[in-house]
């Protein structure tokens, strides 16, 4: 399994960036597949999460309304596209696959076996 992300960068509040995960090593549309983020100092927190077949979805509140997660089956890619940033949006950012084609939710977010090297963004002015 190789997940690799991409897309992070320096981005001004109320901006945006799309970040993208290829995924290889295993059938892509079979998993669901989830973002995270760890910022300074932080644990990882889930962000947004999407079923193998992309009909069911969800967000961590702290995103809601200004994240989009989204994939495309063909391609074998994850997006998340992030609008109207806000400084603490700053973090490492992390493609994470699941166990099965759906979330399963345990306290600390889904339940996942495998997860990307990250991509930084930076939320700066």
Same mark, same amino acid.
């Given at each position: ?6 897309? +992070? ?6 901006? &945006?960036? @799309?970040?993208?995960? $290829?995924? #290889?090593?295993?059938?892509?549309? *079979? ?22 077949? +992309? ?6 509140? &702290?995103? @809601?309304?200004?994240? $989009?997660? #989204?994939?495309?089956?063909?391609? *074998? ?30 306290? &600390? ?17």
């Amino acid at each position: 399994v190789q997940l690799v992300e991409s897309g +992070g960068g320096l981005a001004q509040p109320g901006g &945006s960036l @799309r970040l993208s995960c $290829t995924a #290889s090593g295993f059938t892509f549309s *079979n998993y669901a597949m989830s973002w995270a983020r760890q910022g300074p100092g932080q644990g990882l927190q889930f962000i947004a999460g999407i079923y193998a077949d +992309g009909k069911n979805i969800y967000y961590h509140d &702290s995103v @809601r309304g200004r994240f $989009t997660i #989204s994939r495309d089956n063909a391609k *074998n890619t994850l997006y998340l596209q992030m609008d109207s940033l806000k400084f603490e949006d700053t973090a490492s950012y992390y493609c994470l696959k699941s166990e099965t084609h759906m979330l399963i939710f345990t306290s &600390s977010g889904p339940r996942t076996d495998a997860r990307g090297q990250g991509t930084q963004v930076t939320v700066s002015s």
